[in-house]
């Protein structure tokens, strides 16, 4: 029986359906660029990297074109895939270990 993943998970998943979505769609440009089918920056990159995760907060996609100015399509697709992935690795911690808070109660 799986057991229920929290939104953390979820939200992990859909950032690294979006990373493989993102560099399927680069690979697939630059296969019909080295057979001529695709012109030589025609954008068409720019419309891979966004359309993974669907719809999302304005919050969400203002970090999103920000990561693209700063890293450029392909490096903030990696970026944030490893963000992801890291989420992930975390909130399975997380899970198995139940460490408790800190502190519960005041110091004085």
């Known amino acids: 029986q799986e057991r229920p993943k929290i939104a953390a998970a979820v939200a992990a998943e ?14 697939e440009n630059t296969k019909l660029r080295k057979l001529g089918l695709l012109p030589e920056g025609s954008g068409e990159e720019a419309s891979g990297a966004g ?30 895939g490893l ?16 460490p408790p808070y800190w502190p519960c109660e005041p110091l004085r």
């Open 14 to 27: 859909e950032k690294v359906a979006a990373f493989l979505a993102a560099r399927h769609a680069a690979e």
């Open 51 to 80: 359309g993974g995760a669907g719809g999302g907060s304005s919050k969400a996609q203002a970090e999103e074109a920000e990561g693209i100015a700063l890293y450029g399509v392909e490096g903030a697709a990696l970026i944030a």
């Open 83 to 98: 963000e992801a992935k890291l989420n992930a690795q975390y909130d399975a911690l997380i899970d198995r270990h139940h």
